[in-house]
T-cell receptor
Framework: GEDVEQSLFLSVREGDSSVINCTYTDSSSTYLYWYKQEPGAGLQLLTYIFSNMDMKQDQRLTVLLNKKDKHLSLRIADTQTGDSAIYFCAEKTDKLIFGTGTRLQVFP | DTGVSQNPRHKITKRGQNVTFRCDPISEHNRLYWYRQTLGQGPEFLTYFQNEAQLEKSRLLSDRFSAERPKGSFSTLEIQRTEQGDSAMYLC??????????FGQGTRLTVV
């Protein structure tokens, strides 16, 4: 079946690293995604990783994929107040299946 | 091309009325998706099209909901006899044959 789970909240101090975790169930997922959603806004694609990769780095973002455990993480280095938002992971077979989102709060 | 465009951005309607939303995808994106998002939840899949063909419909899509993509470009989502439980953000996304899926800003529906 298709199910994506995330922890609901994460609070970090400005300048620290944030790690947002996600687990998924569908081993046939071809891509896994991270989206960011700010209040009242649509979904912004941050990054994605192909299922045969185990790591992808894009500036302050690092995605780690453990396909055996079906675990995906997003690390944000040097977290800024502008990073405060809800972060969704999603898996893709024919369609995107989203988790419930992790609300990241960054405090000074 | 300015990305995926959805209209209207906001819609307030009385219970029992019909509403229609429009999505204009990014040019040449052959896949188009509709999602619904309620407060505190992740987007829930409703349906998707490849070109003009509707390939899958979620069980969330009751018979009051219908989606079309007549020429394989823009799409419409119609809700008939709206109910208060239909209040949500309706999101549209498009992607080419590759990986990246891009979302519009959504249409927020409030049924009063």
């Amino acid at each position: 079946g298709e199910d994506v789970e995330q922890s609901l909240f994460l609070s970090v101090r400005e300048g620290d690293s944030s790690v947002i975790n996600c687990t998924y169930t569908d081993s046939s997922s071809t891509y896994l995604y991270w989206y960011k959603q700010e209040p009242g806004a649509g979904l912004q694609l941050l990054t994605y990783i192909f299922s045969n990769m185990d790591m992808k780095q894009d500036q302050r973002l690092t995605v780690l994929l453990n396909k055996k455990d079906k675990h995906l993480s997003l690390r944000i280095a040097d977290t800024q107040t502008g990073d405060s938002a809800i972060y969704f992971c999603a898996e893709k077979t024919d369609k995107l299946i989203f988790g419930t989102g992790t609300r990241l709060q960054v405090f000074p | 091309d300015t990305g995926v465009s959805q209209n209207p951005r906001h819609k307030i309607t009385k219970r029992g009325q019909n509403v229609t939303f429009r999505c204009d995808p990014i040019s040449e994106h052959n896949r188009l998706y509709w999602y619904r998002q309620t407060l505190g939840q992740g987007p829930e899949f409703l349906t998707y099209f490849q070109n003009e063909a509707q390939l899958e419909k979620s069980r969330l899509l009751s018979d009051r909901f219908s989606a079309e993509r007549p020429k394989g470009s823009f799409s419409t989502l119609e809700i008939q006899r709206t109910e208060q439980g239909d209040s949500a953000m309706y999101l549209c996304a498009s992607r080419p044959s590759g990986a990246e899926a891009f979302f519009g800003q959504g249409t927020r529906l409030t049924v009063v």
